[in-house]
Nanobody, 122 residues
C-alpha cells in the first residue's frame, strides 16, 4: 500500500516536496517511481529510482529540476521539485514494482497510491 503526501498550490518558480510512504515488508525489493496525470491525458512518467538507489532516471521535462530519492530504512520515497512551472500541474502518483528491473512504463508497476494534486500558478 502506497500513500502520497505533500501536494498543494505553489507559485511558478517555487518548490514542493512530495513523499510516498510504503506499507510493505521489504521496501528495498521494489523499484519506485513517480508518474503524473492531467485530466483527459495519459499518465506520464516523471522519475524512477532503483531498489538500492544506485540508478535514477527522469523525464526530459523535469530533468535538472526534480530529484527522486528513497530511504529504505523508513520505507519512504520523495520527489523534490524545484523551479516549478505551470505545466507541472497534475496529480502525482507514486508506484512500486516488485523487480530488479527499472522501467518508465506505468503498466510495469503493480502498486499505486491514490495521488496528490500539485497545482502551479503562473
Amino acid at each position: 500500500q502506497l500513500e502520497e503526501s505533500g501536494g498543494g498550490l505553489v507559485q511558478a518558480g517555487g518548490s514542493r516536496r512530495l513523499s510516498c510512504a510504503a506499507s510493505v515488508r521489504v521496501f528495498s525489493n521494489y523499484v519506485m517511481a513517480w508518474f503524473r496525470q492531467v485530466p483527459g491525458q495519459a499518465r506520464e512518467f516523471v522519475a524512477f529510482i532503483s531498489r538500492k538507489a544506485v540508478t535514477t532516471d527522469y523525464a526530459d521535462a523535469v530533468k535538472g529540476r526534480f530529484t527522486i530519492s528513497r530511504d529504505n530504512n523508513k520505507n519512504t520515497m520523495t520527489l523534490q521539485m524545484n523551479n516549478l512551472k505551470p505545466e507541472d500541474t497534475a496529480t502525482y502518483f507514486c508506484a512500486a514494482r516488485y523487480s530488479w528491473a527499472t522501467s518508465r512504463r506505468d503498466t510495469d508497476y503493480e502498486d499505486w497510491g491514490q495521488g496528490t494534486q500539485v497545482t502551479v500558478s503562473s
